[in-house]
């Protein structure tokens, strides 16, 4: 099964009230060594964030005055720069994941949004649960050889009979062959999306082109073109 929020969370939350004042989060932020913290109501659920980033717009705004202020997000950012309070001061609303969430899709959220932090809420009830940083998600990659190795064996099961298996320091090394190339492409797919899979090299051969020369577009690495009955 693919590592999900679950397995790499923080249950430990240092949250915030939208009534907390400015020095109240800086304060908050320093003595726990956190680089962004959740926002949560009565009920603690979350409806912001705010981070170092954030409170950082004050003192720029001192330094450089308008020249801080561009693009679309001047308005927002300007707000922040005058804010005394966290209602003031967070990006609201929140971007969250739940403990279920894959890893993938959590890094695929932070890369988007170009954030660090996830606040991990309760599914049905919108609380807080726990926090994933990005620093959490490299996890992935710390798996046990053994694990990993499980794994992939497992997904190879599913698509050949023909397939001899080497994995050194992540990357994974295919030899066999099988009958359709099809077969082949989505071998090395699953593969890719195995966790603590760095990369994929692949001997395979197949005997029947199923899919054309254009199978290749849009497909993980690894995955085309196809040359001499292989797909590499």
Known sequence: ???????????????????ASFTDVVTAMCRFHVGAVPVV???RR???????????????????GDLLFEGPSRHRERRKAH?????????????????DTPLRRAAVLMHRNR??????VDGQTGRITGVVKQ????RAFCRPAEDLRDDVLEVVARHSRDCAVRIEGGIVHLDGGVERRSQLCALIGEVWRVDGVVDVESSMTYETD??????????????????GGKVR
């Open 1 to 19: 099964m693919p590592m999900t929020v679950r397995d790499v969370m923080n249950r430990f939350v240092v949250a915030v009230e939208a009534t």
């Open 41 to 43: 109501d009565a009920e």
């Open 46 to 64: 979350v409806i912001g964030m705010v981070s170092d980033e954030d409170l950082l717009l004050k003192d720029l705004d001192r330094r450089l």
């Open 83 to 99: 804010g005394r309070t966290v209602s003031e001061i967070m990006s609201s609303p929140a971007i969250t994941v739940t403990e």
């Open 115 to 120: 954030i660090k932090d996830l606040p991990v």
């Open 135 to 138: 620093s959490d998600l490299i």
């Open 210 to 227: 199923d899919v054309g020369r254009d199978v290749s577009a849009g497909a993980p690495p690894g995955t085309g073109p196809a040359e």
